[in-house]
């Protein structure tokens, strides 16, 4: 997704590249939140995700050249960071609160069905998937944080969208 800047937001995007933290975090927050949340499926993990990237990010204290080379950098450390948390887990096995509580019941935008389905397929379609319709990121893009051909992006939607669909059977109409 390419930038295209206001006279206004202009001086707002020279302060982000000049890595102001308010500017930084207000304007890729809701970016890496919804990867953290689509990788984890756990709000929680999602936080502390959202926390450890910005906390590396300001820590490091790169400057970019442009955007897109921090949206990259920071898409990258987000799924870095969730496959952390996932390796994590699997190793050292907790009893999640739910199963503690059965009475707590919480009800977010996160539990409606088709984004349950999309945070439930494999992790290389989910997340090609995440990318190009929540963060509206091109196959190009995708492809280059990925590391990765464009056409194995497209491959990656296209099986996904077909898990999907077969999954949504019933559950939407189609």
Known sequence: MLFTLSGADNKR?????DNEPEFVVKAYSDMVYGIALSQLKNIPDAEDVFQEVFLTYFRKNKNYND???????????????CKRVISYNSKHRNVPLEDCCLSCQFETPEENPIYNRVTSLPEKYKTAIYLYYFEELSAKEIAAILKTSEANIFMRLSRGRAILKEQLKGVIEL
């Open 67 to 81: 955007e897109l080379h921090r949206k990259a950098w920071l898409i990258r450390v987000t799924l870095n960071c």
């Open 13 to 17: 995007a020279d302060r982000v590249l």
